[in-house]
């Protein structure tokens, strides 16, 4: 009773909101297939999406009668005021886990852009380019078949959902009453799944990066039992290794002191080691790395950020592997730093050429070339 109280002012905000306030001069979008879906939009709902403020409300569903019969549009926005979504709500809890939260997006995204263009040559292309797999009752769904069949569905936060994953796709499973099944697969295509260019895509990284918090806490609890010795008196804890290259892995090393503490190594003595630790980001350090991105286009970018912070980017959801390029002399190093999206498969290489003093002073800067949101089926070692 609490919960329909509450959707009922929901919908009373969103009545009064919508008659009474002020229309925006302009609708902003985070991306051009956001704003190439919203041109397709009968009037009707563009009035709707650009008469709410959107620095009141972030988001909100309208009545997609005339677009699909028996469903609604979810439209959302970021706090930059621009619009980041808009689909046919199919999904309508919240993920559990939040990084689920862009393959939701594509789903609802693409089956309303497909409900929009209407034409069935359009839509064939479409799911051929998207490689989209649509399935009803376990049977392939015809372009021409795939509105009709929505608009006979019922989507509640009781139907049973589930998504699941793997390194080349997803698969978006809906158990609906009666039993039957409506499906959706596609291929764990990032730069598809967000609905961005390559250039959309990779400012929004530069932007994260130049935003991103220091890390709290550098520390790296591990069961001494992990520590593998060497003769010269350096502990090993091993980590993964990067498609087979067991010179290019997430290794990191450590000493033991009077104390019997085992601290990750930084010295000269080991520098090659030392190096590794610092990009595994276990040295708390004033350095700052000078990156120069490669873009799409040809284009570069410059920054300097601070290099803890610029690691601790890839803390969650990532694996760091780092290998040698080159190593002639401890003034003539040449570094590889690979990090792999466990979600979605991609990979952003980072290429450090510098030498072991600029290594183990905590106060320089380092030099790199970065090359980001390349797919892993394109690495080849």
Known sequence: MVAYRLYKINILLFSILLFTG?????????????????????DQFRRQIDKLDSKLIKSFVIDAMGIIPNQRISVRYNKENQLVHLGIRLISTKPADDRFQVVYDYVERTLLNMALIKDKDQIIR????????IKYNKKSLPANQ??????????????AFRLDSNDDSFLVTWQLPNSPLFQIGFPNDYPVICGMTKDEIENEIVKELQNESV???????FNQGLLESSADGLFIKKGKV????????????????????????????????SAANVFQNLI????????TLKLYGNRE???????????????????????WQRVDSKNDLVASVFVRNHLF????MLIVKTNSNLILNKDSTIEGTLYIFIPQKNISL
């Open 22 to 42: 002020p229309i925006r001069s302009e609708t902003r979008f985070n991306s051009a297939k956001l704003r190439e879906i919203y041109l397709l939009m009968p």
């Open 215 to 221: 890390p709290s806490d550098l520390s790296t609890p």
């Open 345 to 348: 498969s991609f990979i952003h």
């Open 126 to 133: 479409k799911m051929s380019e998207d490689q989209l797999q």
């Open 242 to 273: 990067f498609f087979d290259h067991s010179d290019i892995n997430s290794d990191t090393y450590f000493v033991q002191n009077s104390s019997g503490e085992y601290l990750p190594v930084f010295s000269q003595k080991f520098y090659k080691e």
């Open 301 to 323: 970018e410059r920054c300097t950020l601070d290099l803890n912070r610029f690691l601790n980017h890839f803390s969650e959801d990532y694996t760091t592997y780092f290998g």
């Open 146 to 159: 795939i509105a009709s069949i929505l608009s006979s569905l019922i989507f509640t936060e009781e139907t």
């Open 284 to 291: 708390d350090t004033n350095q700052k790395i000078s990156l």
